[in-house]
């Protein structure tokens, strides 16, 4: 990965981590989360597709906050290679 592309993930990363940061964002997972459960214990075990319904729909609000996670991880990846190549500069200018 080029320096360029680096700095790109490492700045997205500063944004996904300020959504996982951010209260509101948090409450809505937490808000969905809830309501996903109690749908699906309202509903008649005899109601597949609308428990099936409630299944996709909790698996698509981990998967979502599982991307924002990622895009973490992958910053953090970016920044360990944005200091080799601060690293790699500082020792060619010697």
């Known amino acids: 990965m080029d320096e360029g592309k680096a700095r790109e993930k490492q700045a997205r990363a500063e944004q996904a981590e300020a959504l996982l940061r951010n209260n509101l964002f948090n409450e809505a997972f937490e808000y969905l989360d809830v309501q996903f459960l ?3 214990r309202q509903s008649d075990v ?3 597709e609308n428990r099936e319904r409630i299944y996709q729909l909790t698996q698509s609000l981990v998967a979502l906050k599982g991307y924002f996670q ?3 991880e992958d910053g ?3 920044q360990v290679q944005l ?3 601060k690293r790699r ?3 060619n200018k010697r």
């Open 83 to 85: 200091d080799d190549f």
């Open 76 to 78: 953090k990846l970016a």
């Open 89 to 91: 500069v500082s020792i």
């Open 38 to 40: 109690d749908a699906w």
């Open 70 to 72: 990622s895009v973490v």
């Open 46 to 48: 005899a109601d597949v």
